[in-house]
């Protein structure tokens, strides 16, 4: 068994999704046995976060920029945007995003790591996205500013 740091065995792991589709944590978590490394659940559920790690219709998968808290990119976001919107509608203080089966999750991760001004959170079923917009914001407005993005 390997004695890692935590830097180390973040790396460790975001080279492991990187080299190979992982399609669960459990999977991840016999993958890291097989190299030496314990983890339990919990610790791994946190790097995954913290490496911004999230699951993808293929599985888990670690954004372009490596780590949740780089600088967003809003021209990446706008790829991402782009690439998974499907339709889109809002409420008085929601907005809600749909994507294709299985994508709502990667479309949920990449409008919170691009922390616009208007969105508190997010929350991804299967194929839906929905955005809670903070007080202040107007939904319709977010709702315009993300279809803009999109095109």
Same mark, same amino acid.
């Given at each position: 068994?390997?004695? %890692?740091?935590?830097?180390?065995?973040?790396?460790? #792991? =975001?080279?492991?999704? +990187?080299?190979?589709?992982?399609?669960?944590?459990? !999977?991840? #978590? &016999?993958? %890291?046995?097989t /190299?030496?490394?314990?983890?339990?659940?919990?610790?791994?559920?946190?790097? #995954?976060? $913290?490496?911004?790690?999230?699951?993808g219709?293929?599985?888990?998968?670690?954004?372009?920029?490596?780590h =949740?808290?780089?600088?967003? &990119?809003?021209?990446?976001?706008?790829?991402?945007?782009?690439? $998974?919107?499907?339709?889109?509608?809002?409420? &008085?203080?929601? @907005? @809600?995003?749909?994507?294709?089966?299985?994508?709502a999750? *990667? #479309?949920? !991760? $990449? %409008?919170?790591? *691009?922390?616009?001004? $208007? @969105?508190?959170?997010?929350?991804?079923?299967?194929?839906?996205? %929905?955005?809670?917009?903070?007080?202040?914001? +107007?939904?319709?407005?977010?709702?315009?500013?993300?279809?803009a993005?999109? /095109?």
């Amino acid at each position: 068994m390997h004695m %890692l740091t935590k830097g180390q065995r973040q790396r460790h #792991l =975001a080279e492991l999704i +990187r080299h190979q589709p992982v399609p669960s944590q459990a !999977a991840l #978590l &016999d993958r %890291l046995r097989t /190299t030496g490394v314990e983890v339990t659940q919990a610790t791994l559920s946190r790097d #995954l976060h $913290e490496i911004g790690a999230y699951k993808g219709p293929d599985g888990y998968v670690i954004p372009d920029n490596g780590h =949740a808290t780089s600088a967003p &990119d809003e021209q990446a976001f706008a790829r991402t945007l782009k690439r $998974e919107l499907r339709w889109i509608d809002h409420t &008085d203080c929601f @907005v @809600v995003i749909g994507t294709d089966p299985g994508h709502a999750n *990667a #479309l949920a !991760a $990449e %409008l919170d790591r *691009a922390r616009l001004p $208007e @969105v508190l959170s997010t929350l991804a079923g299967d194929d839906t996205v %929905l955005v809670i917009v903070r007080r202040n914001h +107007r939904p319709g407005v977010l709702k315009k500013r993300l279809r803009a993005l999109a /095109t």
